[in-house]
């Protein structure tokens, strides 16, 4: 496993909500942190059939780039009513504009129109990190967690006011992004398939501070 040692880091993204998410985890590191979209970089095509795939084009894209490491993260919801769709393709289920309430919608009405109307799933997240020289380290992240109709909340992005991880009473998108997180504040579980991820990249990538 590569360490992490440079003091300037990429996020790999374009979008918003990702972005605020990763920065949420990164800031208390001390990184010096750009993105993808202020360093104008341009967006790989998602051509990939697994989460890995994915993570590994936007890395590696922007690391080779800029000539900095570069951290991604391809995420999505599986539901398994649905057979592990919407899966890689999240985000496309909300059209060309990536509408999320489309999106949200299509997930309930094919849950309703299937026989068993199974509503069990999951948030799965992988991160990568790529080096200029296309070395890659991969760290996956998943919550378990059921979907509920109508939407609740506002907060965080994406699938997260329908998603209702196990032993909670509130959606994502009714938690602060410190209680979804969790772990980057202090507790000892991280909650979000997002901060899992994170976790387990910043316990074996991420030289520890002397004290």
């Known amino acids: 496993m590569r360490k992490l040692t440079e003091r300037a880091l990429v996020i790999a993204s374009h979008n918003q909500g990702k972005i605020r998410e990763l920065r949420a985890l990164l800031d208390p590191l001390g990184y010096q942190l750009s993105t993808a979209a202020e360093l104008d970089l341009e967006e790989p ?94 760290f996956r992240g998943e919550v378990e967690g059921v979907i509920v109709w109508p939407p609740r909340g506002e907060q965080g992005f994406g699938y997260d006011p329908v998603f209702l991880p196990d032993g909670y009473d509130r959606t994502f998108g009714e938690m602060s992004s410190d209680e979804k997180h969790g772990w980057s504040h202090g507790q000892d579980m991280a909650l979000s398939h997002r901060a899992r991820a994170f976790k387990l990249f910043a316990e074996k990538c991420l030289e520890k501070k002397s004290a």
């Open 45 to 138: 095509e998602e051509t990939g059939l697994t989460f890995e795939a994915n993570a590994e084009l936007k890395a590696v894209a922007a690391a080779t780039a800029s000539n900095m490491p570069a951290l991604s993260d391809d995420s999505g919801l599986v539901v398994d009513g649905l057979d592990g769709a919407p899966g890689i393709y999240s985000a496309r289920w909300g059209g060309p504009e990536r509408d999320f309430q489309l999106a949200m919608k299509r997930v309930d009405d094919e849950l309703r129109a299937t026989q068993r109307n199974n509503r069990q799933a999951r948030f799965v997240s992988v991160i990568c990190l790529a080096w200029p020289d296309r070395h890659v380290e991969f």
